[in-house]
């Protein structure tokens, strides 16, 4: 499943980011360090969507977990952070490539 949200995350960003791209080159108010809040809303927005349908769908994937003594919050802390992280990581190196 890791691989097919990371995939998901990086047609995300990339669809998210085009039309940031092919702005003017002058406008570039209302960023927080690079990265456009609408796009950093969308990723926010597509992590719960991606949260929901995990623990909905396959809820019985925890188990192997459960007995390392890890709970669900950690896990999905883990991955937030892992994933938010690089989804950062990436807007600021598109940002500063693309004039």
């Known amino acids: ?3 097919a ?3 998901i995350s990086a047609a ?3 669809v998210m980011q085009l039309p940031v791209l ?22 926010l927005l597509s ?3 991606v ?17 390392l003594g890890l709970s669900r919050a950690w896990l999905w802390g ?8 690089l989804f950062m990581a990436a807007a600021e190196i598109i940002a500063r490539l693309w004039p």
């Open 12 to 14: 995300l960003l990339l």
């Open 78 to 85: 883990g991955v937030a952070v892992l994933d938010g992280s």
């Open 5 to 7: 949200l990371l995939l």
């Open 1 to 3: 499943m890791a691989p």
């Open 22 to 43: 092919v702005q003017l080159p002058g406008v570039r108010e209302g960023r927080v360090s690079g990265v456009p809040p609408g796009l950093v809303l969308a990723k």
């Open 51 to 67: 949260w929901y349908l995990a623990n909905e769908l396959r809820p019985q994937q925890y188990w192997f977990y459960y007995n």
């Open 47 to 49: 992590g719960l969507a």
